[in-house]
């Protein structure tokens, strides 16, 4: 089988670097998360992956992956019939892992992705791919039409990339186009973005992060109401999720939390009910 080219913008080139992390813990003896699909797209697609191979932050891409696939689990426990929208999904394979048979799915990203996403996925009555970008206000509009509450939003490594304005800009119109919502999300801290240069694998990559969130409680300032239901750090994720860890992963994990690096306390992941 030839291997299709990720013909990608300098942005959307970053979804490759989950992906490869999925790939590469899929292959494990005892992983974090399981992904059989991620492993073949990694091998169908013409990239120079191995630029990102033994890098600590893969680990750190699975780990967020994980814990964004538990609160879309629970949020479908809670909501059978719900929607799911991932914002910037990338090459995701969210529903694959999630899915109830039942909700109702979005995956939105930029065009250019969403074409690439095409040669792996396809639509379906219940999931849908939406080629558009999260600040356009006409995909909230498709999916108001053709779906129904609650909604459980996933913006995983997405909006760090964003300017603050934008990122104002996406929360409001979440709010405003679906109150009650869930959004999980991850934000980074000031010393992690002056720091990207030097990160593992972002500089790797051109890609360069802009907005700085050093509180989520940011959020609930922008939308009075907001409340902030989780939020975590790498070495401070929910005791379910950090007990069910590979052994070898728990102490990577509480060794980081021991240094208390600014770079690592700085980067959270966190749910928020909009009002």
């Known amino acids: 089988m030839a291997q299709r080219g990720a013909d990608l913008g300098t942005i959307q080139e970053t979804l490759l670097i989950p992906l490869y992390g999925r790939a590469v813990e899929n292959r494990k003896k005892d992983p974090i998360l ?13 990239y120079d992956f191995a630029r990102f191979d033994h890098l600590p932050s893969l680990t750190g891409t699975v780990l967020r ?11 479908l426990t809670a909501h059978p019939d719900g929607t799911v929208v991932e914002i910037g999904t990338g090459l995701n394979t969210r529903f694959e892992r999630t ?23 396809t639509d379906t009555p219940r999931r849908t791919t939406l080629p558009a970008s999260v600040t356009d206000e006409a995909w909230a ?24 304005a934008d990122v104002h800009h996406v929360v409001d119109l979440l709010a405003t186009r679906f109150p009650g919502s869930t959004l999980a999300l991850d934000t980074t801290g000031p010393s992690f973005v002056d720091a990207q240069d030097q990160h593992d694998a972002l500089s790797k990559v051109d890609a360069r992060m802009q907005w700085t969130c050093a509180d989520p409680t940011q959020l609930a300032e922008w939308q009075p109401g907001a409340r902030i239901l989780a939020s975590h750090t790498l070495s401070s994720l929910p005791t379910p999720m950090y007990g069910a860890l590979p052994a070898a992963t728990q102490e990577m994990l509480t060794g980081l939390a021991a240094q208390r690096l600014p770079q690592v306390e700085e980067y959270r992941l966190s749910l928020v009910q909009l009002p």
């Open 34 to 46: 399981t992904d059989p699909r991620a492993e073949e797209i990694v091998a169908a697609i013409d």
């Open 65 to 75: 992956t994980s814990l964004f696939d538990r609160w879309a689990a629970d949020f």
């Open 99 to 121: 899915d109830n048979g039942r909700a109702r799915w979005f995956e939105l990203d930029l065009p250019d992705v969403i074409e690439l996403r095409r040669t792996f996925f």
């Open 141 to 164: 509009t498709t999916v108001a039409a053709h779906s129904g509450g609650p909604y459980f939003f996933a913006a995983e490594a997405v909006l760090p990339f964003l300017t603050e």
